[in-house]
C-alpha cells in the first residue's frame, strides 16, 4: 500500500519559476523524506523533516510538515533545467526506516 | 568510495529460471533494503536487513529471498521467475542511529521476465 501520495503526478514549469509538490499521508510517522529520481537513475535523498519540524530549507529547496493534516510539501525556488526529475515522498515510521513512497510527481522544467 | 553498486544492470529470464541480484556498500552502513519500482509507482520494500546475518519481510516479500551474509553485501533471489516480478530493483543502505535515516541507494537493477 502507498503511504504517501504526491500532488500533482506531472508539472510543467517554466526556468525561474517555483515548483511545489505535495504529499499526503495516512499513519504516524518519525520523518518524512523527499528523494529525486532522475530518468533511468537510482534514487537520491534531497531533504528530512522530522514529526516535531514544521519547516526545513536546504539551499532552493524548502519543505514543510503539517502533521494535523498529515502532509508535506516540497517548494523548489528558481527552477532549472536540470531539477527536471520524478520527485518522491517517502514516509519513515521510526522502526528500522521502512520507508514507504508515493508514486512520484514528474517534474519538468522547461528552457 | 564506490557508495551502493548492484550487479547486474540489466538481465533477461524465462519465466521459471532462477537468478541472485548482488547487493554491495562500502560506507560500513548497518541497514540494507531491496526495493522493486514498477512504472507509475513508487518503490516498494521487498526485503530488508538490520545487520550482518539478519533479514525480515517487507511489504512485497513473496517469490523472493534474502541473505545477509557479509555486511557489505545484501543478495536478492529469485528462485523461480515470474512475469510479475519483471521490474526495476533498487538496493539502499543506511547507517544505525538517529540522525542517520537517510538511506542511499544503488543504480538499480532492470529484470525482464519473459
Known amino acids: 500500500s502507498q503511504q504517501g501520495e504526491e500532488d500533482p503526478q506531472a508539472l510543467s514549469i517554466q526556468e525561474g519559476e517555483n515548483a511545489t509538490m505535495n504529499c499526503s499521508y495516512k499513519t504516524s510517522i518519525n520523518n518524512l523524506q523527499w528523494y529525486r529520481q532522475n530518468s533511468g537513475r537510482g534514487l537520491v535523498h534531497l531533504i528530512l523533516i522530522r514529526s516535531n519540524e514544521r519547516e526545513k530549507h536546504s539551499g532552493r529547496l524548502r519543505v514543510t510538515l503539517d502533521t494535523s493534516k498529515k502532509s508535506s510539501s516540497l517548494l523548489i525556488t528558481a527552477s532549472r533545467a536540470a531539477d527536471t526529475a520524478s520527485y518522491f515522498c517517502a514516509t519513515d515510521p521510526g522502526a528500522n526506516s521502512k520507508l514507504t513512497f508515493g508514486k512520484g510527481i514528474t517534474l519538468s522544467v522547461r528552457p | 568510495n564506490a557508495g551502493v553498486t548492484q550487479t547486474p544492470k540489466f538481465r533477461v529470464l524465462k519465466t521459471g529460471q532462477s537468478m541472485t541480484l548482488l547487493c554491495a556498500q562500502d560506507m560500513n552502513h548497518e541497514y540494507m533494503y531491496w526495493y522493486r519500482q514498477d512504472p507509475g509507482m513508487g518503490l516498494r520494500l521487498i526485503h530488508y536487513s538490520v545487520g550482518e546475518g539478519t533479514t525480515a519481510k517487507g511489504e512485497v516479500p513473496d517469490g523472493y529471498n534474502v541473505s545477509r551474509l557479509k555486511k557489505q553485501n545484501f543478495l536478492l533471489g529469485l528462485e523461480s521467475a515470474a512475469p510479475s516480478q519483471t521490474s526495476v530493483y533498487f538496493c539502499?543502505?543506511?547507517?544505525?542511529?538517529?540522525?542517520?535515516?537517510?538511506?542511499?541507494f544503488g543504480p538499480g537493477t532492470r529484470l525482464l521476465v519473459l
Open positions: 539502499a543502505s543506511r547507517p544505525t542511529g538517529t540522525g542517520t535515516e537517510t538511506q542511499y
